[in-house]
Structures are given as C-alpha cells and as structure tokens.
C-alpha cells in the first residue's frame, strides 16, 4: 500500500529513517531506499535550502507534505527531496541512494545514455543525481504528489510504497554529505552493510 500523507506530516529527522526500505514507484522504475537525508525547517537548519525562507525556487518545499521538491544543481544534475511537516513550514528529506528493485533494464538505459560502459547494478541509484535519473525525476516533476489521493483511491504517477523497512538495528546515522553549513548534524540515514549506500564525502569549497 502506497503511504499516505499523514506519513510525511512529520519532522524531516523523523520520516527519514521511516523512509529507509520503502519502495519509491515512478512508471516503469521502482528504488528501494536505501539512504536519505533530513533538512529542517527556516531559520533553524542552515543547510536546508528553506533557510532564508521561501522563493520561486523552493516553493514546493513549502506546500503539502507528500510531493516531490525537484532540484537542479551544479548545472549538471536533478536530486529529488519529499517534502514534510504542514503546508507553510519548509522541510524536507533528501532521497540520496536506493536499490533498482524493478525496471532494471529501463533505468539502466537512463544511467547509460551517453556513458562508455554499462552500468553495474548497485549503481543505478547509488547517489542523489543517480537516484533522480534512475527514476527520470526533472524539473517538470517538481511538486509531483507521491501520495494517494484517497486512501482508498487509486495510485497516482508516483508513489511510496510500504516496503519492507530494515530493524532499528541496522539502521546507521551520521553527518550529512558534502553540505558547508551544519555539517556535523547526524541527519544522513542509510541501512547499514547495503552496497547500494553512496560513500561520505565531506564538504570541499568550490574554487572560483
């Protein structure tokens, strides 16, 4: 069953470790979690791109829980947030790595497009820009509602499906990846052990 909204009506460091083994759906392609990060909300998290508060760009963070808020950054890749807390607030939980767990061959050609080599498995997702490819997530998907309509409505383009979330046990936390500000705040999650979790990499300032 797909998750419905009252899932994400939560703090972002709350629905992120609940995110880990649930299975996103986009079309042909479904990607079991395997790692996420948590942003908070203006003011308080200055990593979080609602920081300052809200602007044409991140409009969608500030909506209802439940959609996607699709980004493009480094002028070269889409990474893919699921927006939390109520309409107004301005939170979210990055999606930075998963398992390809159906549509293999469509998501492998996405990953493939233009590369030299074929792509091994556990990088089809392994990654936020991977994730967003894998699952042909881009601007136009921006504010897309991965929630059902109804409860007992049918399923939309997109979805979050229970899965089959990992125990506490396995589940990891540490510093979020490549971020400058509140670089220390243990808000990365990821199931332990799973080979498809993308490495840690520290913040490097970017030279002009």
């Known amino acids: 069953m797909p998750l419905t909204r009252e899932f994400f009506d939560r703090p972002g460091h709350e629905v992120a470790p609940d995110l880990l ?7 042909p392609v479904s ?72 549509g293999t061959e469509v998501a492998r050609t996405r990953r493939t497009a233009g590369a030299s080599r074929t792509v091994a498995a556990r990088d089809l997702a392994r990654g936020p820009a991977r994730l967003a490819v894998a699952l042909d997530f881009t601007r136009e998907h921006d504010g897309l509602d991965v929630c059902p309509p109804a409860p007992a409505g049918p399923p939309g383009p997109a979805g979050v499906l229970g899965g089959d979330p990992p125990g506490a046990e ?22 332990d052990g799973d080979p498809t979790v993308s490495p840690y990499r520290s913040h490097v300032p970017r030279r002009r």
């Open 31 to 102: 990607v079991r979690i395997t790692e996420v990060e948590a942003y908070g909300v203006p003011g308080e998290d200055p990593a979080s791109h609602t920081y300052r508060g809200r602007t044409p760009r991140n409009a969608v963070m500030f909506g209802p829980p439940g959609h996607l808020y699709v980004y493009f950054t480094y002028g070269m890749h889409f990474c893919a947030n699921i927006v939390c807390l109520p309409e107004g607030v301005g939170s979210g939980v990055l999606l930075r790595a998963g398992e390809v767990v159906s």
């Open 170 to 191: 396995a589940i990891r936390s540490g510093p979020r990846t490549g971020v400058s500000s509140a670089r220390e705040t243990p808000w990365r999650f990821w199931i």
């Open 21 to 27: 083994g649930r299975v996103l759906v986009h079309g």
